[in-house]
T-cell receptor, first 112, second 113 residues
Framework: QKEVEQDPGPLSVPEGAIVSLNCTYS??????FMWYRQYSRKGPELLMY????GNKEDGRFTAQVDKSSKYISLFIRDSQPSDSATYLC????????????FGSGTRLLVRP | KAGVTQTPRYLIKTRGQQVTLSCSPI?????VSWYQQTPGQGLQFLFE???????NKGNFPGRFSGRQFSNSRSEMNVSTLELGDSALYLC????????????FGSGTRLTVV
């Protein structure tokens, strides 16, 4: 079992939809979590990170962490075709601070 | 501000050969991490260097090695290439403190034939 699980998709939505991307993790040793966006032929780009349970907003993006259920989510409001990319959740474990464990990524397609 | 630069962008090598990939971090960043990305395994951590010292290592065979120079530039080397080493190799740089502001380069696409 992978430490961070993520549905690979693809997830196809119409422009303007609210998108929900999710990850689950199995190890309580994760310190906090990040969401990365990766366009084709590019490296991952950091979108957001959250330290504790609860929500964090940044523009159209909201990251949510529920440590009791080991569930993390990224919501995208008013989705745009330019949001079409692969979204990766990741986190460092307390016992290995400088090593990120990534989910497999969810491919998102926003249709115009 | 220049980003993380990886060279070369694309590389084709033959089984059994060795390869060296280069990463120039963002100016002022002292930590460089390397990841391998494949469709089957996703992003997997190779190793991380801080101030020329390897601080963390992933679960890859000894054929994968790296180093960091005094100017924080890093290289990774893969010897005796296998077909399964075909992947996108990504480098990420950060200050090296626990702010986790990792910035990734665009990667080197290695194809082993």
């Amino acid at each position: 079992q992978k430490e961070v699980e993520q549905d690979p998709g693809p997830l196809s939505v119409p422009e303007g939809a609210i998108v929900s991307l999710n990850c689950t993790y199995s190890n309580s040793a994760f310190q906090y979590f990040m969401w990365y966006r990766q366009y084709s032929r590019k490296g991952p780009e950091l979108l957001m990170y959250t330290y504790s349970s609860g929500n964090k907003e940044d523009g159209r993006f909201t990251a949510q962490v529920d440590k009791s259920s080991k569930y993390i989510s990224l919501f995208i409001r008013d989705s745009q075709p330019s949001d079409s990319a692969t979204y990766l959740c990741a986190g460092p474990r307390m016992d290995s601070s400088y090593k990120l464990i990534f989910g497999s990524g969810t491919r998102l397609l926003v249709r115009p | 501000k220049a980003g993380v630069t990886q060279t070369p962008r694309y590389l084709i090598k033959t089984r059994g050969q060795q390869v060296t990939l280069s990463c120039s971090p963002i100016s002022g960043h002292r930590s460089v991490s390397w990841y391998q990305q494949t469709p089957g395994q996703g992003l997997q951590f190779l190793f991380e260097y801080f101030s020329e010292t390897q601080r963390n290592k992933g679960n890859f065979p000894g054929r994968f090695s790296g180093r960091q120079f005094s100017n924080s530039r890093s290289e990774m080397n893969v010897s005796t290439l296998e077909l399964g080493d075909s992947a996108l190799y990504l480098c990420a740089s950060s200050m090296g403190t626990e702010d986790y502001g990792y910035t990734f380069g665009s990667g080197t696409r290695l194809t082993v034939v």
